[in-house]
């Protein structure tokens, strides 16, 4: 097989022309820090976001989000979610700004990169229900951005993501990591985590994503745990998996540094199964 440079400082070169976090969702996000946050001064923030707005609507108005009646304001949605559902939902609205053209190389569309996300970020959030996270919303960051590192591969070094998949082909014991070290001198967990420390977000992120396929990294605390456990379950499921046959299986240790016991895993599937079908419903149909 052919040696190619590392390109890594290449990618990250590259890194500063993705399109930043959405400054409203930093500011919706930095009022709902505050417990008794003003919903009227939420709105007046997130309203100001016409693709944001749109997005959060279209999303609670799903079945995946259960509301007991559909709503047509911000402010109705704000007041029939909590506070960690409208943490949830705001950083899921910006998911799409990034998933606009297919990821090649992985075999994935923005469609099925955009379902396994969503579906990573349900996961965690069943799954920190069950392990009485207090503060979820840095795993739901997490969850829900964890492969956001495809999409700069996919988007900046095109020419030797095609090589990714020959490589993968012609190497059938190589892991998808492996894959993408010799081929891109990186991996997206790695450009992922650099993206978000970039963006600001807080080392607690950045660090779970970093972890996400790092099965030493992944045990060092509870939010790298549910992260990866959650991108583990949804591979189980297959759901937007494209060519990465990678961690299929739950390391050991992982359910411990996680605070979830095997029992919960059965219902955290079905629950999350459920509400991808309904996202599926909702904006595939
Ligand atoms: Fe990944
Ligand atoms: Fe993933």
Not at 163 to 168: A, N, S
Request: hydrophobic share 50%; glycine share 8%.
């Amino acid at each position: 097989m052919n040696r190619r440079e590392p390109v890594l400082e290449h990618i990250f070169e590259k890194v500063d022309r993705i399109p930043n976090f959405p400054e409203t969702a930093r500011r919706a996000l930095a009022l709902l820090q505050n417990d008794e946050v003003d919903f009227a001064e939420l709105e007046k923030v997130v309203r100001h976001d016409a693709a944001i707005t749109a997005n959060f609507l279209k999303l609670v108005n799903s079945a995946a989000f259960g509301l007991p009646r559909k709503v047509n304001t911000l402010l109705q949605a704000f007041s029939l979610l909590g506070i960690n559902q409208i943490k949830f939902v705001l950083i899921a609205s910006c998911l799409g700004e990034y998933l606009k053209e297919p990821i090649r190389g992985y075999g994935l569309s923005p469609e099925e990169i955009w379902l396994h996300s969503m579906a990573c970020g349900l996961a965690a959030e069943a799954l920190a229900r069950r392990a009485g996270l207090h503060r979820p919303e840095n795993l739901y960051t997490a969850a829900l951005l964890h492969d956001i590192g495809k999409i700069v591969l996919g988007l900046y070094v095109e020419g030797e993501l095609h090589d990714l998949e020959k490589t993968l082909k012609e190497n059938p014991g190589l892991t998808f990591m492996q894959a993408e070290w010799m081929v891109l001198g990186a991996d997206h967990a790695i450009v992922g985590a650099e993206l978000l420390r970039r963006w600001e977000f807080p080392r607690e992120v950045y660090f779970a994503v970093r972890a996400h396929h790092d099965e030493s990294l992944m045990l060092q605390g509870r939010l790298p745990a549910l992260t990866a456990l959650a991108n583990a379950l949804v591979n189980l499921m297959g759901i937007g998996v494209g060519v990465d046959t990678f961690a299929y299986h739950i390391p050991e240790g992982l359910l411990e540094a996680a605070g979830v016991g095997e029992k919960d895993l059965y219902p955290v599937i079905v629950e999350t199964f459920a509400r991808v079908e309904n996202l599926k419903a909702a904006f595939f149909s």
